[in-house]
């Protein structure tokens, strides 16, 4: 089992382009979620899914946008980026929501300048 | 005020000792805590859950305080591998939404 995995680890944006952060498990695992990184702060969700063409927003959404076709697929498209999405960004996993372990996937460094 | 409160640190603490860690939540209707470990520029991964009666896993022992709405960890004997990062997690309104502590840095020295 490669367990939780993204892509890319790493990326540079100028203000204003869009790209698509990549996550995908192969645990069956129905709940995916993503999160945002910054110093000094907890890890907070920006949108999640339940389940094949099910997602919802959390904390932070604005910017972002996700969509979840296939069970283990769950892509997080940056619409037009800002230099405020600088972050570290990670994708997690459970069996079926928060009162499950968490997996997650090894991160990606974003910088928007 | 924070909906997950943690003391940033770092503690700094000797191969050895005992040390504990606190966090506080604000929503009375959590059911759901936990401790995580993030090591330096790595993802999360699940220390242990926390459950009402309290709860041990071999060095580590982690206890919940409904009436004061704080979790603890304390870890006995701690090991150089033990230097990381310690997340509070406590769920949210719904089953679908976790809150974060920022995390407590821990730096065991030889």
């Known amino acids: 089992n490669a367990g939780v995995t993204q892509t890319p680890k790493f990326q540079v944006l100028k203000t204003g382009q869009s790209m698509t952060l990549q996550c995908a498990q192969d645990?069956?695992?129905?709940?995916m979620s993503w999160y945002r990184q910054d110093p000094g702060m907890g890890l907070r969700l920006i949108h999640y899914?339940?389940?094949?063409?099910?997602?919802d927003q959390g904390e932070v959404p604005n910017g972002y946008n996700v969509s979840r076709s296939t069970t283990e697929d769950f892509p997080l498209r940056l619409l037009s980026a800002a230099p405020s999405q600088t972050s570290v960004y990670f994708c997690?996993?459970?069996?079926?929501?928060?009162?499950?372990?968490?997996?997650f996937g090894p991160g990606t460094r974003l910088t928007v300048t | 005020r924070k909906e997950v409160e943690q003391d940033p640190g770092p503690f700094n603490v000797p191969e050895g000792a005992t040390v504990a860690f606190n966090c506080t939540y604000s929503?009375?209707?959590?059911?759901?805590f936990f401790w995580y470990r993030q090591d330096c520029r790595k993802e999360p991964k699940l220390l242990m859950s926390?459950?009402?009666?309290?709860n041990e896993d071999g060095r580590f022992t982690a206890q919940l305080n409904r009436a004061s709405q704080y979790i603890s960890l304390l870890i006995r004997d701690s090991k150089l591998s033990d230097s990381a990062t310690y997340l509070c997690?406590?769920?949210?309104?719904?089953?679908?939404?976790?809150?974060w502590g920022a995390g407590t840095k821990l730096i065991i020295k030889p």
């Open positions: 997690a996993s459970s069996m079926a929501g928060t009162a499950y372990e968490q997996y």
């Open positions: 645990m069956n695992h129905e709940y």
């Open positions: 899914s339940v389940g094949a063409g099910i997602t």
């Open positions: 929503n009375s209707a959590s059911q759901s």
């Open positions: 926390v459950y009402s009666s309290g």
């Open positions: 997690v406590v769920n949210g309104d719904s089953n679908y939404q976790l809150i």
